[in-house]
């Protein structure tokens, strides 16, 4: 009985007898006699070995089966650490020995977690609960912006330490457990991120993204060609502007991408979903199409434009549509058609750098070339005109409606904010900073802006032309076709008159008028320094000057000169 009996159930046993705790004493003063003689740990384990029922020395047991029961004085093992974040798969426990200890017990969060032989002074606990690595943020999926695949990036996955656990150890003998250690906190470190894996539409099925952002899937659902051509009708280079936009429409399924970090033994928290697919094939080679009439339909080839160009040969004043084809290498992609129209003009005045024109559609004024500083050459863009005349640095137009002036350019000599606003005009003509106009009422003259030559003190009476020059400006008169000029005369070129000739036209330029005579059809120069600007020969029905100047013969040839360095600089024949 006694040998089948062992510590405290002994005692208590002996004590229903009546011999009292005299056994348990005897084994208690034997096993402290072994303790303290050379080799006390196995001399220990013999003196229990001998009260126990056939029990091995240095033996391990279950945490289930030792004994929470203190074993009679086993103190508490010393020195007890867990690790905190040092090792990525467990944490590790380390005691120092007990002396007349035959095993040991460890503990995680007050439960037994692994009995250990006298030998045993560490514990790596993989159990405990492993570190985690949260879902890549950032996550974007290229859609249709790519064309070799859907790329992929995101910030870097972030891995945190395992959970905090409590750890002590207590000693064991003969299965008796003894006093536990003061309690210790240990974690598993954090995980390290090795790569990431990505998954498309399912979310179980992963594949390898790769050991960092980004990452290119080239088995993505592809998108198609979406081809945009765009027609600007340019009406101040009378060219019809050609553009091309290649876009990606999307499949009818897009994939849904996420993606997570893996480390050598498991996988992070996913990321949330995005959408993204494979843009449609690019084009190589481009050509314009353009219709034969104002119809979506009929093309042919604009052979001269490659690419993105211009079509610099338009039907002038009637629609025409545009299309263009582009190769992807595979096949042919059409746009849709579009439609331009380019304007045609009914008249064009030129100033100092600058042209303006009336459009026949509309009676609308365009401006265009190179502008003054500060100054501004747009016409109104609401006002219709039934005439146009351009000066040195600005342009008036008469209204269609009711024949009052609209100015525009240069205002620094007033001539835009000094017109006679609500007269209604017959003609206008503009000059350097100053404009006359005759008046439909009278046919008198009306003059403003500028006059630091007197070049808006105009005479009295009738006239059926003005020309208003640099610093001066000519008339004929109605009643006898005579020329009077005022302003500046320093080289002649404007004689105050009346003249003895008369004349069909006029025009006061730079530092030189020509005129027109009634009798003869030719062109008369007046003032001006050195030789005529070109040589008049024949008969002529229109002139104009400002820094150059120009005369159109009665067969339509057109004659000019001045600034480009001699007699018949310019002879060409009008269409």
Request: aromatic content about 6%.
């Amino acid at each position: 009985m006694i040998t089948a009996l062992r510590g405290g159930l002994l005692c208590a046993v002996m004590m229903s007898t009546g011999t009292g705790c005299l056994v348990q004493r005897i084994l208690e003063e034997t096993r402290d006699k072994n303790l303290t003689t050379t080799g006390a740990s196995s001399s220990a384990a013999a003196s229990v070995s001998a009260f126990s029922s056939g029990g091995s020395a240095g033996s391990s047991t279950s945490a289930s089966s030792a004994s929470s029961v203190s074993s009679g004085g086993l103190p508490a093992p010393t020195n007890v650490l867990a690790s905190q974040g040092t090792h990525e798969g467990w944490v590790r426990v380390t005691w120092a020995a007990v002396a007349g200890a035959d095993g040991y017990t460890v503990l995680r969060d007050g439960t037994g977690i692994a009995d250990l032989p006298a030998t045993a002074l560490t514990q790596d606990d993989v159990m405990a609960d492993a570190g985690t690595v949260a879902a890549p943020t950032d996550f974007t999926a290229s859609a249709g912006t790519r064309t070799d695949g859907v790329n992929l990036t995101w910030t870097a996955a972030v891995a945190s330490a395992g959970t905090q656990h409590q750890y002590s150890v207590a000693a064991t003998l003969g299965g008796v457990r003894g006093s536990t250690s003061v309690p210790t906190m240990g974690f598993r470190g954090a995980p390290t991120v090795t790569g990431y894996e990505f998954t498309r539409d399912d979310g179980a099925n992963w594949q390898s993204a790769g050991p960092a952002s980004p990452f290119l899937d080239q088995s993505g659902p592809s998108g198609s060609l979406d081809l945009i051509a765009t027609s600007t009708p340019d009406d101040k280079r009378s060219i019809v502007i050609l553009a091309t936009t290649q876009m990606s429409s999307p499949p009818a399924a897009m994939a849904v991408y996420r993606v997570r970090g893996v480390t050598a033994v498991a996988s992070g928290a996913a990321s949330s979903g995005v959408s993204g697919y494979v843009g449609g094939v690019r084009a190589t080679s481009f050509r314009w199409q353009r219709s034969s009439g104002d119809a979506d339909g009929v093309y042919a080839d604009l052979v001269t434009v490659a690419g993105d160009w211009f079509d610099d040969l338009p039907a002038m004043g009637v629609g025409r549509y545009y299309r263009v084809v582009a190769n992807t290498g595979a096949a042919d992609v059409t746009s849709a058609a579009v439609r331009a129209v380019v304007a045609e003009y009914s008249a064009l005045s030129s100033g100092m750098s600058f042209v303006c024109g009336l459009r026949a559609n509309d009676a609308k004024a365009v401006c265009w070339g190179s502008q003054a500083p500060g100054v501004v050459m747009d016409a109104p863009a609401n006002e219709v005109f039934a005439t146009l005349a351009s000066g040195w640095h600005g342009a008036c137009g008469l209204r269609a409606s009711n024949r009052t002036p609209v100015c525009w350019g240069d205002d620094t000599q007033g001539l835009i904010t000094l017109r006679p606003a609500e007269t209604p005009l017959s003609s206008i003509s503009v000059g350097a900073g100053h404009a006359c106009g005759i008046r439909q009422a009278d046919n008198t003259l009306t003059c403003w802006g500028g006059n630091g030559q007197g070049q808006t003190d105009a005479p009295g009476g009738a006239f059926r032309l003005v020309s208003a020059g640099n610093l001066a400006t000519c008339a004929i008169r109605q009643s006898d076709d005579k020329l009077l000029c005022w302003g500046w005369n320093a080289s002649g070129q404007a004689p105050p008159g009346p003249s003895v000739e008369s004349y069909t036209d006029v025009a006061c330029g730079n530092s030189m008028t020509l005129a027109i005579r009634s009798t003869t059809q030719a062109v008369e120069f007046i003032g001006g320094f050195g030789d005529p600007p070109f040589a008049a020969v024949g008969s002529f029905k229109k002139v104009a000057a400002l820094s150059e100047m120009c005369a159109v013969g009665l067969d339509d040839t057109l004659r000019c000169g001045g600034n480009c360095g001699g007699p018949n600089c310019v002879t060409v024949q009008l269409v």
